[in-house]
């Protein structure tokens, strides 16, 4: 055994000794000198403990590849991205953009009803002719046989925007106004 951990199991033994019988306390009486020496003792303990743990080599722990997340679909994302195609100016997507009216035309049919208490039919009817809202944009998106405003088409002329573009904002903006939301 070292010579430390001998001085440490007999002062251990002495200590349980001293606490069982107090005639070995008495004999043992704290001065001074005892008290100063073991306190140089733990002082000295203390900077080898240090001592020792500065030669130690530092091993840094690999958190690892953190788990990733699946990707997930946004709700609505493939409508915006079918918006942003058929709402280009480019040409060609006709069907493309006769599909997303239709679709469009659904919403507001169903939205005027509700709002007008009155039949799928008496609806579809008011957004045929354009009765259902006070807005040209957005009933001429609807009548194809209409033609968009002067401002409409000056603007999406120099905005490079398309008029369908323009149409399918004003008649979605309305949808919302009339369903009892701010566009």
Do not use: H, K
């Not at 915006?80 to 997507?93: H, L, N, T, W």
Request: hydrophobic share 40%; net charge neutral.
């Amino acid at each position: 055994m070292r010579p430390l951990a001998v001085v440490g199991v007999l002062a251990v033994v002495v200590g349980l000794l001293a606490a069982l019988d107090r005639g070995i306390a008495a004999a043992i009486s704290p001065t001074s000198a005892v008290v100063t020496l073991i306190g140089v003792l733990g002082v000295v303990q203390g900077v080898r403990y240090a001592n020792a743990r500065r030669d130690r080599r530092r091993l840094l722990t690999d958190p690892g590849e953190p788990e990733r997340r699946a990707p997930a679909a946004v709700p609505g994302s493939d409508l915006d991205e079918r918006i942003a195609r058929v709402a280009s100016p480019a040409p060609g997507g006709y069907r493309d953009r006769r599909d997303l009216r239709d679709r469009v035309r659904e919403v507001a049919v169903d939205a005027v009803a509700r709002d007008r208490n009155c039949s799928p039919e008496a609806a579809a009817t008011a957004v045929d002719d354009g009765t259902w809202s006070d807005d040209p944009v957005a009933t001429a998106f609807f009548d194809t046989g209409t033609a968009y405003p002067l401002r409409v088409r000056l603007s999406a002329g120099v905005r490079g925007r398309s008029n369908y573009w323009y149409g399918l904002r004003a008649a979605i903006d309305e949808i919302e106004r009339v369903e009892g939301g701010e566009p």
